[in-house]
């Protein structure tokens, strides 16, 4: 029966000021969430469980984790200390219940801490004096209401392993980013030593050593209860000598195998670790090609922007947009109307002077007409300067006839019909003006496609920036150790050599000794059954029954260890991979394959591989998360007992996204007998009910038993902060 | 005198411009790295934006002769290679009438007269830049002024 | 729980062979007496008094032993 957690509680721990009462969480059997924003107290209640396994608290500044003896100021509710008069007491505590099928525990640890003197700072230890209590621990039978002080240390002990077994608290317990340590992929033994944790494994390691024994024991017996003076016997203990000696070469080989067993383990971690420094050195190389590429387009998108947004006052002025002359159409129309008025005053002013001075005048002004426009306008009987009918005989034909008689031609200079002869300076101004004065109309078009196009550079540039950040994340996560400790690459590349051959040669050395050990193993059952007929008459019948059986049982529990693993192994990337999938199934991006294989050493070898099986690097983070997720859910789910413990993860999934958390949620639900998470990303300060969009579809899932708002006063000072907590569901 | 003649005793003239709106050019114009608002680069576009700001909201200052008043760089030096110029002179003689003169009674002018109304379109230009400057300093000593890249487009936008 | 180990390796083909162990009496298999088979009997002993009792290997042996008689 697996223990569940029924209810945490907190006395001015950090943020939760005020008694128990006001600070009581009640949870159940299944899936509990804990909704808080940044502040809200999620790795405050995670430091309550600290606190009640190791006497720990995580220092949020250095995030390490510290001993609660020199942290007891720090822990207590600053309100609480604020408001405390000197010589006050204040209790600081945190208790939990847990229940089993029959009874109830609960568990408390707690201190007093005193104000020594007035002012007394919140931080500085010396300004308080600290009182800490011992562990107190309590039952009750379920059926019953009265609970009973546990008071020795060694069932304490038991009632706290009860709550989650020390070997698991680190998979029971886990906060952000630490998910990832607990089992991590680079380093091989640390998924062997998960499985051997959370699987039963190890009890047929254990069965196989203890029937070894036995049989061994059985042998001795036997062999000491045969007579030892006849005949018989005498060729019996030959035989068996001679078994023993084989015996011996077996043992030898067996010791022999464990250091080609341990040489591969050494090399085979160092040939992974090189070759992840190698394969990264490669896929980094390939992240840095993009990168490159990438900002080089950045930086020309840039430049055509800030050359646009520049540049952008001058388009006022340049005769391309003219936007200067915005809005100046009257002045245009009111330039071309005067410009007509003016040309045709001056042709009547100019034909007045001229009939004054027809006489007189050999020259014509400029723009006149030439002698063969003259003659085809007394031709026609029209005037092509004024446009108007001139009648043979009528005053403006005799006129045009006079021009075409007139004495000389051109020889002389032209009178001066104008002081002041502007036409020329209009006539400029308009044929100057004219790219300008074509472009009003288009003018606000022209501004309107400038913003566009000055929006599309910066959504341009925005998602290539977007682009550079993912590869860089991408590219972050192939980083190992401290890149100013990188070592030479040719080093590297020497040691990766060595390592391999080493591994190779540990490989081979393993296959052959384990041949050794198969052929030593089959010649001494041989042995063991040839001494069986060899026995002298008057051995106890009931003696070789019993070396029978019991060698039969070690032998069968070998290869039931075998069995089981190979099973084992086969299950584990079943439901390994059918955890992922659901966990990653609502993300767009499809995951790749999770394979678990046996190696010659008798352990897994974990990969991440495509469909094709090539291995697949530089999964995002979330990938990477859910990976061991998914792995740690297979561990347990293989175990044929599942998981009796409650998980308690703060912050299991930060920022990666609404889609894995919905798959986290399903998941876990049917992994975990009960879970608490602590979380922020389905808070939402806009929403009305504070939860998401997310959040309040998990309010309505029936799989979620209870979830629990935590609050912070708005605007509050930090002595005047506090936790308020409200059960929504 | 010749049509070139008179274009060219308009594009001598330097237009004044009141000491009192100065520090709008280092604000506004003169760009010299990155300022906080959208900047024009040489002076001279400045003066003719404020110009046509003060044509499109009518305000015309008048400039007090004397120490408050600084002579600008000379018309002829205004972007001479662009059409600026042509369509700035466009502007001026379709308003002639609010200048105070005909466009054909130019052309039986003496010199005098001639040079009398070249002065009084330099005025013209002179006031009504002054309206704008003045329309513009308002807007920038009250903090009216968006720092966009429109800033300038905005204005003008607004008061077509 | 402990009993899923003893069934595990009654399963074992060539144990359950020689001895004459079928499904059924797998399934009944337990650690607590009285069993159907020697072997059975040999195989809760030693499973109970190493993991169930945690006793050391010499007294696990001698509670074997004891089923001679």
């Not at chain 1, 009860?162 to 990832?180: A, H, T, V, W």
Request: aromatic share 10%.
């Amino acid at each position: 029966m697996a223990s569940i957690i029924n209810q945490i509680s907190f006395q001015n721990f950090f943020n939760y000021y005020g008694s128990f009462e006001n600070n009581t969480y009640e949870f159940s059997k299944g899936v509990n969430i804990v909704v808080a924003d940044n502040g809200g107290g999620k790795s405050k209640f995670f430091n309550g469980f600290l606190w009640l396994f190791y006497d720990e608290i995580l220092d949020s500044d250095t995030k390490l984790r510290k001993n609660i003896k020199n942290q007891a100021v720090k822990i207590c509710s600053d309100k609480a200390k604020y408001e405390a008069a000197v010589n006050d007491l204040i209790e600081c505590n945190v208790a939990l219940e847990f229940s089993d099928n029959r009874f109830r525990y609960r568990i408390c640890k707690g201190f007093r801490i005193k104000k020594s003197k007035a002012n007394a700072s919140l931080i500085d230890n010396s300004d308080w004096q600290v009182f800490f209590k011992g562990l107190e621990v309590s039952k009750k039978d379920i059926a019953l209401l009265e609970f009973h002080e546990v008071y020795d240390e060694d069932e304490q002990r038991r009632i706290l392993d009860k709550l989650i077994q020390p070997n698991l608290r680190e998979y029971s317990l886990f906060q952000g980013e630490e998910i990832d340590k607990l089992i991590d992929f680079n380093q091989a033994d640390s998924l062997n030593r998960a499985v051997k944790t959370l699987t039963d494994i190890n009890k047929y390691d254990e069965l196989e050593k203890i029937t070894k024994y036995v049989a061994e024991r059985a042998e001795k017996d036997l062999n000491e209860s045969v007579a030892s003076n006849d005949a018989a016997s005498q060729s019996y203990r030959r035989k068996l000598d001679e078994k023993n000696v084989r015996k011996n070469s077996l043992d030898i080989e067996s010791e022999r195998l464990k250091s080609y067993e341990h040489s591969y383990t050494e090399n085979k971690n160092e040939v992974d670790k090189l070759e992840s420094l190698n394969e990264n050195a490669e896929s980094r190389k390939v992240f840095d090609d993009k990168l490159k590429e990438q900002n080089a387009k950045l930086k020309e998108i840039k430049e055509e922007y800030d050359r646009l947004v520049e540049k952008l006052n001058e388009r006022f002025f340049d005769g391309n947009f003219a936007w200067i002359a915005m809005g100046c159409e009257n002045e245009v129309s009111n330039f071309k109307e005067k410009l007509n008025n003016y040309r045709e005053i001056r042709t009547i002013k100019k034909v007045a002077v001229l009939s004054e001075n027809s006489n007189q005048i050999n020259l014509l002004p400029p723009d006149s007409p030439d002698t063969v426009t003259l003659q085809t306008m007394i031709e026609r009987e029209h005037c092509y300067v004024c446009n108007r009918d001139a009648k043979k005989d009528t005053e403006p034909w005799k006129h045009i006839l006079s021009l075409l008689n007139r004495k000389g031609s051109g020889q002389n200079k032209t009178v001066d019909i104008f002081k002041n002869d502007l036409n020329d300076f209009f006539g400029e101004i308009q044929l100057g003006a004219q790219s300008y004065v074509g472009r009003i109309g288009a003018i606000q078009n022209s501004i309107h496609r400038t913003r566009e196009k000055e929006q599309e550079l910066l959504e341009r540039i925005t998602k290539i920036k977007d682009k550079i950040k993912g590869l860089r994340d991408d590219r972050s996560h192939l980083i190992i150790g401290d890149e100013d400790n990188m070592i030479d690459v040719r080093q590297i590349m020497a040691q990766y050599k060595g390592a391999l051959s080493r591994l190779q040669k540990a490989e081979e050395d393993i296959i052959k000794s384990k041949n050794r050990i198969e052929s030593l193993t089959e010649n001494i059952r041989k042995d063991e059954s040839e001494l069986s007929r060899m026995r002298p008459q008057d051995t106890p019948k009931e003696y070789e029954i019993h070396l029978d059986i019991s060698t039969d049982i070690r032998n069968a529990a070998q290869r039931t260890k075998l069995r089981v693993f190979d099973n084992m192994i086969s299950k584990l990337e079943e439901e390994a991979n059918k955890h992922f999938r659901n966990l990653i199934k609502y993300n767009e991006l499809a995951g790749g394959i999770l394979k678990f294989e046996k190696n010659p050493r008798g352990t897994i070898d974990f990969n991440y591989v495509d469909e094709a099986g090539n291995e697949v690097g530089g999964a995002s983070e979330g990938f990477q998360r859910m990976k061991v997720l998914a792995v740690l859910m297979a561990i347990i789910s293989v175990n044929p007992y599942g998981y009796l413990y409650p998980l308690l993860a703060d912050a299991p999934l930060s920022a990666f996204g609404q889609g894995f958390i919905k798959g986290f949620f399903e998941e876990t639900e049917k992994v975990f007998p009960q879970s608490i998470i602590l979380i922020k990303d389905l808070y939402d300060s806009e929403s009305e009910n504070k939860l998401n969009k997310l959040g309040n579809e998990l309010l309505k899932n029936v799989s979620v038993s209870t979830i629990y708002l935590n609050q912070i006063p708005k605007n509050s000072k930090q002595v005047e902060v506090y936790t308020k907590l409200k059960k929504i569901k | 005198m010749t049509s070139s003649e008179f274009r060219e005793i308009i594009l001598k003239k330097a237009p004044k411009y009141s000491v009192s709106v100065e520090y709008l050019f280092e604000k506004l114009a003169n760009k010299q790295g990155k300022g906080e608002f959208s900047q024009f680069g040489p002076l001279y576009e400045l003066y003719v934006f404020a110009f046509y700001v003060g044509l499109k909201i009518g305000s015309r200052i008048e400039l007090v002769s004397g120490s408050n008043a600084k002579k600008f760089v000379d018309i002829a030096g205004w972007k001479s290679a662009s059409p600026l110029i042509d369509f700035l002179l466009l502007t001026i003689f379709s308003r002639s009438d609010e200048i105070g003169f005909d466009w054909n009674d130019l052309e039986d002018m003496e010199e005098k007269d001639l040079t009398d109304v070249v002065r009084k379109i330099i005025t013209f230009i002179e006031e009504y830049a002054y309206g704008g400057l003045d329309y513009l300093k308002n807007k920038f000593d009250r903090g009216e002024l968006d720092n966009s890249q429109y800033l300038f487009v905005d204005i003008l936008s607004d008061l077509v | 729980m402990i009993d899923k180990l003893l069934k595990e390796i009654l399963r074992d083909k060539e144990l359950s062979l020689k001895y004459n162990i079928n499904e059924d009496m797998i399934k009944k298999a337990k650690l607590s007496p009285p069993y159907e088979n020697k072997v059975i009997e040999y195989l809760a002993v030693i499973i109970r008094a190493k993991m169930v009792e945690v006793h050391g290997d010499v007294t696990v042996y001698n509670k074997v032993k004891n089923l001679i008689k």
